[in-house]
């Protein structure tokens, strides 16, 4: 499984000091949350920042957008993101997200579709096919620190199982909600790809042996 290293909790003073500790940690990329004070309550920074961020570190930046207006997406990938996920709850329609994803790979770079925890899968199969990742929420969007819910890992199975009937077998399934070493070794068994990580490695007295605890399962 790879590893992707949420910028939320960092406060806006300490961010880019922990994006030059994440530059040493051999993680494989950094999961820039981005939220906008609507689609989710909290606030977090947007593409002005993505853009200081990619001028300090090499590591793909996934994007991940919990905002309510997706036709900033634009400036988001010309700031630098490698991938763009947006949420199947922000988008209008299936048609609005067919030609959002659709832009977004035309533009060169990877995107994503993230589901929260009460969304069904049999509602996103329209756009599995538009998508190079899918992102289950095991938490509410919005808030770091909250406890995992281990059911929306029973999604990845019903995911792959409509990815195989479509003959797709090149989109990567994360998890981000709640991960930490205690609870990786259920989400390594549900067959994620990658899994988003946040309160865990930041609050950790030891960021090494953090990383390894989770690579070592």
Not at 105 to 115: H, P, R, T, Y
Not at 179 to 195: E, G, R, S, T
Request: aromatic share 6%.
């Amino acid at each position: 499984m790879k590893i992707s290293v949420s910028t939320n909790p960092p406060k806006s003073e300490d961010l880019f000091d922990y994006i030059g500790c994440l530059n040493t940690l051999g993680i494989d990329s950094i999961h820039c949350d981005v939220m906008d004070g609507i689609f989710v309550p909290a606030t977090t920074f947007n593409y002005k920042t993505i853009k200081e961020i990619r001028k300090v570190t090499s590591l793909p930046l996934d994007v991940h957008l919990m905002i309510s207006n997706l036709k900033t997406i634009k400036k988001y990938i010309k700031a630098g993101a490698d991938c763009i996920t947006i949420h199947f709850e922000a988008l209008k329609d299936i048609a609005h997200g067919q030609a959002l994803l659709l832009k977004i790979n035309k533009m060169g770079i990877k995107s994503g579709l993230a589901i929260n925890p009460q969304t069904k899968v049999d509602d996103i199969i329209p756009l599995l096919s538009y998508v190079n990742q899918i992102v289950v929420m095991t938490v509410e969007p919005g808030k770091s620190g909250q406890k995992m819910i281990i059911e929306c890992l029973n999604k990845i199975k019903q995911i792959k199982k409509q990815l195989k009937i479509l003959g797709i077998n090149d989109v990567m399934i994360m998890v981000d909600g709640g991960v930490n070493d205690k609870n990786i070794a259920l989400v390594k068994n549900a067959k994620a790809d990658i899994v988003a990580v946040g309160n865990y490695l930041y609050n950790s007295n030891n960021r090494f042996e953090a990383v390894e605890k989770l690579t070592k399962v």
